[in-house]
């Protein structure tokens, strides 16, 4: 079965930095969707970027970009220019084609000002 | 923008009773998902669901679980007997179809079981 890992539990940046989210996945399909998911504390699951297994180039979404490194299974996510409203728990997730999602265990994101 | 709805946002409910949690996924959507999150915990598949079958479902969607989509536009999840350990939020999603990837999801429906 698919697994995937956010060893991070907790990250914390300071306003107008940059961070990097880790995330590792566990597939032996060459066809799939990465994605990272925001959760604010509303619980509304918000779709931040995703990336198709068979680009090479990595996803961008103005401040957020993933380094996606297919032959490690790693999908980073990299927030720039960090802002008090990127608070939040993030989640990586992955998909193989119109199935179901598989979550990771989620990193709990703070922004100090 | 077309977005997914869920109904109720909150409900509370007593142990052994039935309840069902309301969606209504994107119109032109044809693939529907049910996921749950216990407080702090990740978001886990419940069931997928197709041309009016379940496509897919996990180990947790036991016979206590259903779905069904009564009409054109509502996805419906009814837990038969509800237990303490149902207590969780309640996700719908939906997708355009097969391959798009994207699944959109609702608001979330917060169970508390008593």
């Known amino acids: 079965a698919q697994t995937v890992t956010q060893s991070q539990p907790e990250m914390s940046v300071q306003e107008a930095e940059t961070v990097t989210l880790s995330c590792t996945y566990d597939?032996?399909?060459?066809?799939?969707?990465l994605f990272w998911y925001k959760q604010p504390p509303s619980r509304q699951m918000i779709l931040v970027i995703r990336?198709?297994?068979?680009?090479?180039q990595n996803a961008t979404e103005n401040r957020f970009s993933v380094n996606f490194q297919k032959a490690a299974k790693s999908f980073s996510l990299k927030i720039s220019d960090s802002q008090l409203g990127d608070a939040a728990m993030y989640f990586c997730?992955?998909?193989?084609?119109?199935?179901?999602?598989?979550f990771g265990a989620g990193t709990i994101l703070r922004v100090k000002s | 923008e077309p977005e997914v709805t869920q109904t109720p946002s909150h409900q509370v409910t007593q142990m052994g009773q039935e309840v069902i949690l309301r969606c209504v996924p994107i119109?032109?959507?044809?693939?529907f998902y049910w996921y749950r999150q216990i407080l702090g915990q990740k978001v886990e598949f419940l069931v997928s669901?197709?041309?009016?079958?379940?496509?897919?479902k996990s180990e947790i969607f036991d016979d206590q679980f259903s779905v069904e989509r009564p009409d054109g536009s509502n996805f419906t999840l009814k837990i038969r007997s509800t237990k303490l350990e149902d207590s969780a939020m309640y996700f719908c999603?939906?997708?355009?179809?097969?391959?798009?990837?994207?699944?959109?999801f609702g608001p979330g429906t917060r169970l508390t079981v008593t």
């Open positions: 999603a939906s997708s355009e179809g097969y391959g798009n990837g994207e699944q959109y």
């Open positions: 597939t032996s399909e060459s066809d799939y969707y």
């Open positions: 990336q198709e297994a068979y680009k090479q």
């Open positions: 997730a992955y998909q193989e084609y119109g199935n179901k999602l598989v």
């Open positions: 119109s032109n959507h044809l693939y």
């Open positions: 669901f197709y041309n009016n079958e379940i496509s897919e």
